[in-house]
């Protein structure tokens, strides 16, 4: 089963940037959804931003504009570049793919990056 490891998170100033990686362990090019989830404390796990394999993207509204979720095929790595950020962007990022369209699709997920955005 494929796995993923998380990396590029971070300490960074409201307004400032950071990309995060996810390195999967296996080919990522046919896996039916690859997204970016962020869990804040005290708080449910949220989707932020999600990508299928022909490259259709979908994006919380709270991010829509300042981050941008991209893969990389041949280095079987997907970013999600985050700009523009607010102290409300801390939290801990996952990767997440779910395998294949099937309803009992294998899902996978890291073991997150923690990002905290603050003066």
């Known amino acids: 089963q494929v796995q993923l490891v998380e990396s590029g998170g971070g300490l960074v100033e409201p307004g400032g940037s950071l990309r995060l990686s996810c390195a999967a362990s296996?080919?990522?090019?046919?896996?039916?959804?690859l997204a970016w989830y962020r869990q804040a404390p005290g708080k449910q796990r949220e989707l932020v931003a999600a990508?299928?394999?022909?490259?259709?993207?979908n994006y919380a509204d709270g991010v829509q504009g300042r981050f941008a979720i991209s893969r990389d095929n041949a280095k079987d790595t997907v970013y999600l570049q985050m700009n523009s950020l607010k102290p409300e962007d801390t939290a801990v990022y996952y990767c997440y793919a779910r395998i294949t369209s099937a309803v009992n699709s294998p899902r996978v997920w890291g073991q997150g990056t923690q990002v905290t955005v603050s003066s």
């Open positions: 296996e080919n990522i090019r046919d896996i039916n959804v």
């Open positions: 990508m299928s394999p022909t490259g259709i993207t």
